[in-house]
Nanobody
Framework: QVQLVESGGGLVQAGGSLRLSCAASGRTFSNYNMGWFRQAPGKEREFVAHISWSGTSTYYADSVKGRFTISRDNAKNTVYLQMNSLKPEDTAVYYC???????????????????WGQGTQVTVSS
């Protein structure tokens, strides 16, 4: 069992930045690939970014590529999402997720992840 707790969400103006954190506990964090997803009201949960267990491989949705950066610190059992140049369409609840695997291949479907956090709200005003 892995417990995930997100933090760092909030209200920001368009063009601003936020850094989300996801703290993990319960199992060996470095055994898990990590992903960030988001869900806006009335929409399905969508993939945002993925990082491999080693941190050597990352993958992004086209909508955030060049603006968002995913990273991890296995010594702190934490994964981060740095979000720059935020747009109103980035408004959503952001979730981190963990997937137990030795592969570094990115997966983008929510059903492929084993554990989820409770989410943190990000609101971008225009």
């Amino acid at each position: 069992q892995v417990q995930l707790v997100e933090s760092g969400g909030g209200l920001v103006q368009a063009g601003g930045s936020l850094r989300l954190s996801c703290a993990a506990s319960g199992r060996t964090f470095s055994n898990y690939n990590m992903g960030w997803f988001r869900q806006a009201p009335g929409k399905e949960r969508e993939f945002v970014a993925h990082i491999s267990w080693s941190g050597t491989s990352t993958y992004y949705a086209d909508s955030v590529k060049g603006r968002f950066t995913i990273s991890r610190d296995n010594a702190k059992n934490t994964v981060y999402l740095q979000m720059n140049s935020l747009k109103p369409e980035d408004t959503a609840v952001y979730y981190c997720a963990a997937r137990r695997t030795y592969s570094i291949v990115a997966v983008t479907f929510p059903t492929q992840y084993d554990y989820w956090g409770q989410g943190t709200q990000v609101t971008v005003s225009s």
